[in-house]
């Protein structure tokens, strides 16, 4: 149950490469201040399991670890900002991850979502990860196939081994967790996601924290980063 439900929170962009947490992490937002997570991964995977069009074009690159084109992204993602759980603030894991969404989403943010009057400028948090640790993260990661609970097998494992604590369930593994998928994915980020990473540090909105500490540990940094930032910004 959501405990900060008032006011209006971000949005709140959370930037990182693979395995830097942004899911963990947009998951203990979402509880804390009840505003949606729009994770762009999620959309994409979903799109993909229901085979429709943007799933059928997305997938082949998803598994090769490249990014789906912007303008595939913009639909996706317009939509789910249109939708009226955004109103009061959102969480953004994923996206944007190009110059070319930062500036979408900027002209977005400026014409839609928040009421003109009453518009809170984005927080962007970037979770900083060690490339060795992110390594071991995404290589450990197991969710469960029937909550999508997220375990590690090296650094958060199930009570029995590949079963879910809560359910029994069985766990998947990532189509694009596997070693070689990684390093391409690693790629993206370095060429095209650490531009906009400069981008919003040069424009002296970026807060960088330090992701390579225990979940909770991370959770408090990013809480009290948001609780500053409303007080301030909102
Ligand atoms: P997406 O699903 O967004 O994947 P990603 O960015 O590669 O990030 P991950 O989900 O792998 O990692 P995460 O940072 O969320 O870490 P998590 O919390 O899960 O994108 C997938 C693909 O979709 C892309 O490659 C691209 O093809 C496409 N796509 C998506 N958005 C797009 C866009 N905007 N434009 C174009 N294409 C797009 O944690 C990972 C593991 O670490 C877990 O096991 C977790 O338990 C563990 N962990 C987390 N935090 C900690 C901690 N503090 N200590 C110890 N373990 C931890």
């Known amino acids: 149950m959501a405990t900060d439900t008032a006011r209006k929170i971000g949005p709140v962009i959370l930037l990182g490469p693979p395995g830097a947490g942004k899911g963990t992490q947009s998951k203990k937002i979402v509880e804390h201040y009840g505003i949606p997570q729009i994770s762009t991964g999620d959309l994409l995977r979903d799109n993909v399991a229901l085979g429709t069009s943007l799933g059928l074009q997305a997938k082949s690159i998803m598994a090769r670890g490249e990014l789906v084109p912007d303008e ?6 317009g939509v789910r900002l249109r939708n ?4 009061r603030g959102f969480v953004l894991d994923g996206f944007p991850r ?21 518009k809170c400028p984005p927080i962007v948090i970037q979770l900083v990860v060690d490339y ?34 809560d359910d029994g369930s ?13 390093s391409s994915r690693f790629n993206a980020y370095e060429q095209q996601t650490r531009q906009v990473v400069n981008h919003y540090r040069d424009q002296h909105q970026l807060v960088a924290i330090n992701a390579d500490r225990p979940v909770e ?9 948001i609780d500053r930032h409303c007080v301030h910004g909102c």
């Open 98 to 118: 190009t110059s070319a969404q930062a500036e979408w989403l900027e002209n977005f943010l400026r014409i839609e979502v928040f009421d003109k009057s009453d």
């Open 84 to 87: 009226l759980d955004c109103k």
């Open 72 to 77: 595939l992204m913009y639909g996706i993602v």
């Open 217 to 225: 540990t991370v959770t408090a940094h990013i809480f009290s980063v």
């Open 170 to 182: 069985k766990f998947y593994i990532r189509e694009d967790d596997r070693e070689e998928v990684i």
């Open 132 to 165: 060795n640790q992110l390594l071991v993260r995404l290589t450990g990661r197991r969710t469960c196939l029937a909550c999508g609970r997220v375990y590690n097998l090296h650094l958060n494992p199930p009570l029995v081994s590949e079963s879910c604590d």
